[in-house]
């Protein structure tokens, strides 16, 4: 069983495009996190979500929107792709704020 | 505020000789750690963590990792290197935030290549 799980993988698009990352644990948390990874393997938080509300929202272009349909769930839309925007995308849940995390296996998106 | 950082970007070991990841950190308040493992194209995996109980701790795959307050340090250790511990790892720290609130803060990474 797949403790935190994210689709797709991989993702290729085109600038300009809008797309989604899904993201579902099963570990019964209650928080849940965004995470972006660049070339040099420096990790940023963009989201976190505490029982469906957000509670860290990093500085962050309005692009990107967090959705928390229900607490296993945490789901990223971005708009507007920009070239910049690649990078690798992990989402990861943890019981609460401050407890170790769990991460999903990354979702890598490139923007051409 | 707290602050935690990975003194090597790189380290290179020979296969079957001994590991260093070396971290300090800084936190106002009594902190959790952690060290987490990331391989080639994947996830990051929890190693171990200090939550004030024991300050040597034992992780996963022979890993170690000991609590110093004093030196406000929690390096990783491992006796033998194998091939597959070549990976990137990241040291975290877990502290009360100024408002009340547990922040977990990330190093900038390590790079371990191990050597045939």
């Known amino acids: 069983d797949t403790a935190v799980s994210q689709t797709p993988k991989y993702l290729v698009t085109q600038m300009g495009n809008d797309k989604s990352i899904k993201c579902e644990q099963n570990l019964g948390h209650d928080t849940m996190y965004w995470y972006k990874q660049d070339s040099k393997k420096f990790l940023k938080i963009m989201f976190s979500y505490n029982n469906k509300e957000l509670i860290i929202n990093e500085t962050v272009p309005n692009r990107f929107s967090p959705k928390s349909p229900d607490k296993a769930h945490l789901n990223l839309h971005i708009n507007s792709l920009e070239l910049g925007d690649s990078a690798v995308y992990f989402c990861a849940s943890s019981f609460d704020r401050g407890y170790e995390q769990y991460f999903g296996p990354g979702t890598r998106l490139t923007v051409t | 505020a707290q602050s935690v950082t990975q003194l090597d970007s790189h380290v290179s070991v020979s296969e079957g000789t001994p590991v260093l990841l070396r971290c300090n950190y800084s936190s106002s308040y009594s902190p959790s750690l952690f060290w987490y493992v990331q391989h080639p194209n994947k996830g990051l995996q929890l190693l171990l963590k200090?939550?004030?109980?024991?300050?040597l701790v034992k992780g996963i795959n022979g890993f170690e990792a000991e609590f110093k307050k004093s030196e406000t340090s929690f390096h990783l250790t491992k006796p033998s290197a194998h091939m597959s511990d070549a990976a990137e790892y990241f040291c975290v720290v877990s502290a009360l935030s100024s408002g009340s609130a547990r922040q977990l803060t990330f190093g900038s990474g390590t790079q371990l290549t191990v050597l045939p």
């Open positions: 200090y939550t004030s109980a024991a300050t």
